[in-house]
């Protein structure tokens, strides 16, 4: 991306502030991506839930999930289609893309969900990880959940108008997540010597995928230098309490600080995503340029 | 009251159309077929979620995508207003999975097709909960008071799912070669299976009679199957498709279509098991039911404590 038109203010009515434009898309990708990723993995278990109620609760917040996911993604669609043409064809790698964009079309939502390869892909990486069965889930959400309440309170006060208009919706549906996780946490934690057994080895197992989330890379620095990204320092300690506090009411041992696995907010990603995106990608890409 | 009063005046609320509620005295044998009856439609909402369920992760798009999601959590809570229905007459809905998983109790055959393209979530919008429509618009004013009220709320939401899934097709028949033979494709797989859904011909099906005496049933299976031909042939015109059945056409006289035979031996084959998927579907929810299980175990477990823990904490109070 040359400096010229990196450090422009961007035409859209909702960014008057200066930040790379694309550092606040790659920051959009980065929020899009996780709603996207974490939705299609607990949408993997509509139809096969432990209990009918908790299917219908589970598909729930599938749906919110994914809701928030097009939100953001129509956001980052608009800001794509006003990059200058050779800034475009430097944003993303896949081939499929760039025909697209030496066709000279714009872009949608679906371009990026089911257009974009794995390494553009910018979501942290406990959100792929796969369901294994309800106590991995649980975690997940939870650890997710906790970090995406106090994420979205955070971009309430972003200097950008249309993050803030999303964070005002996303927040209500994800303080219903995260009560939701928290008490199968404690509903399953101090369940039966089984579950609780269970749930202990989520938890550790997941552990060192949430470092990531509260770990600034250089998009979160520039975002949050602006005054439109959050301050994930602050984000990391009222996590920590919140997470402390549910795992000692679930009877569950917090794991101590360890290594912490890192990259899926830079496009490097576990094993696991490939086979989402072969998966999710699969009509768009076996069938291109098609409306369905 | 005497038995025979109970009876008479049980035959008398029928007849007079006013519902029956589950603390009304009723017949074992009515209260036997509604159970089979209501049971097995729950069953169907939910193993009805996996065909469709075969497609959320491989939408085309985001927007089909939170469609089709919505639509496959509108059948489990289907699932859950027969189940709580069923409960009124005095069976616990883990009775009733138990009967799923063991072959005893059935469910629509249809959902023993297997989902192949993403057409068939058009197809099966279109024609299987067309058909469905059918069925139970009529079981909307079903004797039986709780199955009745199920039913208006099923029926809301299966229009929306009938319409949407038109919609799919329309799109398809309007795309390119590929996409038409897509549609094309899924309405030959499904336009069979769906006309089955009306279930045998009324000179063979053992429970319609005693069923539209009480006044559970109220079009019998042919009229109902008729009804769905006459409509959905003309839907598929529109939408440029062609029902695989060469005698199919209008009858002056009638005022219906005529169409081919139809291959019962096939039909009492899948209702046996031997449908392409009845295995897989049964097995699906065997897996669901038993991984669960400890999950189940573990709510139950907590709430129980917390009862306990509430219990000496009042008690202390006191």
Known sequence: MNQNSENKILSTPNSQFLIPNSILLLYTLQIADNALIIGHRISEWCGHGPILEQDIAATNIALDHLGQARSLYQYAAEQFNALPAEDKM????????????????????????????????????????????????????????????????????????????????????????????????????????????????????????????????????????????????????????????????????????????????DGSHTEHLGYILAEMQFMQRAYPNMEW | MTVDSLQEHFDDKVKREVTIEPRDWMPDDYRKTLLRQISQHAHSEIVGMLPEGNWITRAPNLRRKAVLLAKVQDEAGHGLYLYSAAETLGSSRDEMMEQLHSGKAKYSSIFNYPSLTWADMGAIGWLVDGAAIMNQVPLCRASYGPYARAMVRVCKEESFHQRQGFEIMLTLSNGTEVQKKLAQDALNRWWWPSIMMFGPPDDNSPNTEQSMRWRIKRISNDELRQRFIDVTVEQAKILGLTPPDKDLKWNEATGHYDFGAINWDEFWNVVKGNGPCNKERLEARKKAWEEGEWVREAALAYSKKRSERNNKISAKAA
């Open chain 1, 90 to 265: 430097k944003m993303f790698s896949s081939t499929t893309l760039q025909a697209k964009l030496t066709a000279n079309e714009n872009i949608d939502e679906d371009d990026l969900a089911y257009l974009r390869d794995g390494w553009d892909f910018h979501n942290v990486l406990l959100v792929e990880q796969n369901n294994k069965d309800w106590a991995y889930t649980v975690v997940r959400s939870f650890f997710y959940d906790a970090f995406n309440f106090f994420f979205y309170s955070a971009l309430l006060n972003s200097a950008d108008t249309t993050f803030a208009a999303i964070a005002e919706k996303s927040l209500k549906e994800v303080t219903y997540h995260l009560r939701w996780s928290s008490e199968w946490m404690i509903r399953l934690g101090d369940g039966t010597e089984e579950s609780h057994q269970r749930m202990q080895d989520a938890v550790d197992y997941l552990w060192s995928y949430t470092g990531e989330m509260t770990t600034a890379n250089e998009t979160d620095k520039t975002a949050f230098a602006s005054g439109i990204g959050a301050d994930l320092a602050a984000i990391k300690t009222a996590w920590k309490e919140k997470v402390s506090a549910v795992i000692n009411e679930s009877s569950l041992a917090m794991p101590k600080d360890a290594w912490m696995q890192h990259g899926g907010k």
